[in-house]
């Protein structure tokens, strides 16, 4: 901590994402970026340029033996595992871009050593700190929408073709730390399947179908494409009493909570009766912070508090496990693939 009790922050990658999180953290007021660290100097040196205090440096061992308290780790995907290991080594506490890591074996070694280490390690899963997402989580989680019966999420777009990974793994994780944080704990998925198909020939399903199971009459369901010629972003979440939407391609009003429903009459041998309720429609306010700081906010209080955030290292490793065995389930042509 510095004199005004601020937590001493690193920010690794200076890239796309980075400046995202050197902004936030320096605005949050719990935390001070002490430093910026990339591998190519004139990038981190770019991006600090409006921000006289903060030190840029390519020198990573350096960043570690200085007295920061924590690092924000925003580097390709397959750098996280050997980044996060080595900064807890270090005693810091860490933030890791989503994905966690590049296997669920990293994964679980990096939640290993934050415990060991008694250090927060945390999954930046930023969709979990909008507006829309935290009010998805209260209206389900409140049994307003009664029992959950299905989880389906769209997220297409022309996308930026990524040459060493599938589409689930770029997109996905979005849609299933999502899913993770909205749905109540007692509601996770036991097994999953899916399909794609490598329509670029770039050895990667570039378009895919990926099925959640619950063990019990729910279903999960993501569609993820880089092939779609418009961008749509919409989950639906249906329960026994109501529906909810969330179309965040929306200005506003991005989610909506239906009092739609079917009732299915007395049982009739020959035929089934159903009644259709068509209710109102209820459009909540949604809080605006933007996620990011909102974020931060959370990664500062965990470590002050010495608690949990809410996308700890346990949730990034449950979005591991579900990508990784959507993985051998793709390789498999959509077979079933338990999450156990
Ligand atoms: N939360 C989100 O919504 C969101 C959005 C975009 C990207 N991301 C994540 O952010 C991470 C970075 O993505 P990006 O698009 O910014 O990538 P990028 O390629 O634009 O930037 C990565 C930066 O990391 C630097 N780097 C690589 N290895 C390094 C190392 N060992 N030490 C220090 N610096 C190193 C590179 O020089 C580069 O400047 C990824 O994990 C990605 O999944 C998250």
């Not at 580097?75 to 810091?92: C, D, E, I, M, N």
């Not at 009766?273 to 809080?287: Q, T, W």
């Not at 700890?312 to 498999?332: I, M, T």
Request: aromatic share 6%.
């Amino acid at each position: 901590m510095d004199s005004q009790g601020r937590i001493q922050l690193a920010v690794i990658g200076a890239g796309y994402w980075g400046p995202n999180l050197v902004r936030n953290f320096t605005a949050c007021g719990s935390a001070v970026v002490t430093h910026l660290c990339d591998l190519d100097l004139s990038r981190a040196q770019k991006v600090a340029a409006p921000y006289p205090a903060i030190a840029t440096t390519n020198n990573l061992e350096g960043v570690l033996a200085s007295d920061i308290d924590a690092v924000a780790i925003a580097t390709p995907v397959r750098t996280h595992f050997p980044l996060a290991k080595q900064a807890l080594l270090a005693g810091k506490h860490v933030l890791v871009e989503k994905p966690l890591a590049w296997s669920v074996a990293e994964g679980q070694e990096l939640v290993a050593l934050a415990e060991a280490q008694g250090r927060v390690l945390m999954c930046d899963h930023t969709f979990c700190y909008t507006g829309a997402v935290r009010k998805m989580r209260e209206v389900v989680q409140s049994g307003e929408l009664g029992d959950v019966l299905y989880f389906d999420s769209v997220r297409v777009n022309l996308g930026l073709i990524q040459s060493d990974v599938n589409v689930l793994w770029d997109l996905a994780p979005h849609d299933l730390s999502i899913l993770d944080y909205v749905l109540p704990a007692d509601l996770r998925p036991v097994a999953v399947s899916a399909q794609g198909v490598d329509a670029v020939g770039t050895g990667y399903a570039s378009v895919a179908y990926l099925t959640l199971h619950f063990g019990r009459p729910v279903i999960a369901n993501v569609h993820a494409n880089w092939l779609s010629p418009v961008k749509v972003r919409m989950t639906l979440v249906g329960g026994t009493k109501k529906m909810l939407v969330w179309d965040d391609n929306e200005p506003s009003e991005k989610v909506r909570i239906y009092d739609k429903g079917i009732e299915i009459g007395d049982q009739d041998p020959n035929r089934i009766r159903v009644s259709y309720r068509h209710g109102a429609c209820f459009i909540p306010v949604l809080d605006s912070t933007e996620a990011l700081a909102r974020m931060a906010r959370e990664f500062c209080s965990a470590i002050t508090g010495g608690r949990a955030p809410e996308t700890d290292g346990a949730a990034g490793l449950r979005v591991l496990k579900a990508l990784e065995a959507a993985n051998r389930s793709l390789q498999a042509g959509g077979v079933r693939v338990e999450l156990a």
